[in-house]
C-alpha cells in the first residue's frame, strides 16, 4: 500500500476488515489483515501472494501493452505487474514463491484493434506474462461477459469474487470508457495517474 491510510481506505462491516479500494491504473501491497477491493470489467487484476512472507498486492490495468505509448503506467499490463512485483520484493517476497490468483476481462467493450476485445486481450496477456515468468496461477475467474467485484486479503492470498448481475454491465462499461477517454487524450506521464 502506499501510505499507511490512504485515501480510498474504508471500514466493511460484511467483513470486519479495513479495505482499500483499487482503482483501475492502481495497485496496492499490504501484509496486515486489510482487504483490497476492486470492481472489473473489460479490466484485469492480478492478486499476488508470498505466503511465506505473508504479504501480497492487486494491480487493475485496462490495456495489456504500451499500446503505442511509452506502457510506463499501471494502466498498461505489462507495467502493472512489474511495479506490483517489485513492490513484493521491497516487502520480503521472493519471485520464487509468488503465486497468482486473476480475474476480469469480461467481454464488455468492444476491440480497439479489431483483435479480440479488451477483455480477451487482457485475459490472454496476464496467463502468458506469469506463464513467462514462472509465477503460478492457482485460481482464475476470466473472460464471460459479466463484470466482477473482487475481494482480496492479500496476507493470507484468500480471493472472494461475487459476478455482478447483467443489468449492472451498463454502467461497468460507462465507467471503463470514460476512463479509456481520459487515457487517450492524456498520454502515459509516470506511474501517478489523477481522475
Do not use: W
Amino acid at each position: 500500500m502506499r501510505a499507511d491510510t490512504p485515501a480510498g481506505t474504508y471500514y466493511d462491516p460484511r467483513f470486519a476488515a479495513l479495505a482499500y479500494k483499487v482503482l483501475p491504473g492502481d495497485y496496492a501491497v499490504a501484509g496486515d489483515a486489510r482487504m483490497l477491493v476492486t470492481l472489473l470489467g473489460s479490466c484485469v487484476s492480478a492478486c499476488l501472494h508470498d505466503p511465506l512472507a505473508r504479504v501480497g498486492g492487486m494491480n487493475h490495468f485496462l490495456l495489456p501493452g504500451g499500446e503505442g505509448a511509452s506502457g510506463d503506467s499501471a494502466r498498461y499490463g505489462s507495467y502493472a505487474m512489474e511495479v506490483l512485483i517489485n513492490e513484493l520484493l521491497k516487502r520480503g517476497a521472493t519471485r520464487a514463491r509468488l503465486q497468482a490468483k486473476v480475474f476480469g476481462g469480461g467481454a464488455v467493450l468492444p476491440s480497439l484493434s479489431g483483435v479480440g476485445s479488451v477483455g480477451e486481450r487482457n485475459a490472454r496477456f496476464v496467463l502468458d506474462y506469469l506463464e513467462a515468468e514462472r509465477i503460478a496461477v492457482l485460481a482464475q475467474d476470466l473472460g464471460d461477459i459479466v463484470p466482477r467485484r473482487v475481494h482480496y486479503f492479500p496476507a493470507t492470498g484468500r480471493a472472494l469474487v461475487k459476478r455482478l448481475p447483467a443489468a449492472e454491465r451498463a454502467s461497468v462499461a460507462a465507467d471503463e470508457s470514460r476512463y479509456l477517454s481520459r487515457l487517450r487524450a492524456k498520454p502515459a506521464a509516470g506511474s501517478v495517474e489523477l481522475f
